[in-house]
C-alpha cells in the first residue's frame, strides 16, 4: 500500500504494510493460558520434565525439577553427571540413563535425589530416548515424579508402637470422610 505525504514543494510515497494482528494476539492467548495450566498441573501432580540432547550433553530442565534437585534455576541446568552425584549414592551405582543414551527405547528407573538439609526425595522417572534423522540417538525427554509419601517415610521416624486402631465405620486417613471403609 503506498501511502502519500505530501508538502508544499514535493509529494512522496511511503511504501507501508498493514496487517491484522487479532488472530496472533489471540494464539498468544491461548499459548499462554495453556502454559499457566501445565504449570498448575505440574505443580499439583508433583511432575517435571527435562530434555537432553544427547549428543551434546546441552539439557534444559523445567523449574519442577529444580526444585526436586533442590537447586537454584538461575545456576542453570547441570551436566549429566553432576545430576547424578546428586544422588544418593545407594542409587548413582544402579543409575541407568548413561546407558540408556546409546540405543533409542522407553526406560524407568526409581532413586533418591540428596536435599541440602540431608534428607532424600524419591522421585520415578520414566524417559525415552529419540533416534535423529541418521537413525542414531539424538534426545531424551524425562519425567520427574516426586514421591512424597516414600520421601516422608524415609524422613519419619520409625513407630515404635502399631496406630491405634479406629472404631467400626470410622474413616481413616487413607480412605477420607468421604470413602466409608469397606
Known amino acids: 500500500v503506498l501511502s502519500p505525504a505530501h508538502s508544499a514543494c514535493f509529494s512522496v510515497c511511503i511504501p507501508c504494510t498493514l496487517s491484522d494482528v487479532t488472530h496472533a494476539k489471540a494464539l498468544e492467548g491461548r499459548a499462554t493460558r495453556q502454559d499457566e495450566l501445565l504449570d498448575t498441573a505440574q505443580e499439583f501432580g508433583r ?3 527435562w530434555e537432553r540432547q544427547i549428543p551434546s550433553g546441552e539439557g534444559r530442565w523445567d ?4 526444585r526436586f534437585w533442590d537447586l537454584d534455576p538461575s545456576a542453570g541446568t547441570p551436566s549429566c553427571s553432576s545430576a547424578i552425584e546428586q544422588m544418593h549414592p545407594e542409587d548413582r551405582m544402579s543409575t ?3 546407558e540408556s543414551t546409546r540405543r533409542a527405547g522407553r526406560y524407568a528407573q526409581r532413586f ?4 541440602r538439609d540431608g534428607s532424600a526425595r524419591w ?3 520414566p524417559w525415552e ?3 535423529g534423522s541418521r537413525g542414531v540417538p539424538q534426545r531424551a525427554l524425562r519425567s520427574l515424579l516426586d514421591d512424597p509419601a516414600a520421601s516422608d517415610a524415609s524422613r519419619a521416624p520409625r513407630a515404635r508402637h ?3 486402631k479406629l472404631p467400626d465405620g470410622a474413616p481413616s486417613p487413607a480412605t477420607g470422610p468421604h470413602h ?3
Open 112 to 115: 533418591r535425589v540428596m536435599q
Open 63 to 66: 523449574k519442577h525439577v529444580f
Open 180 to 182: 466409608p471403609t469397606p
Open 47 to 49: 511432575l517435571g520434565i
Open 123 to 125: 522421585i520415578h522417572s
Open 162 to 164: 502399631a496406630p491405634p
Open 129 to 131: 530416548v529419540r533416534n
Open 96 to 98: 541407568i540413563y548413561p
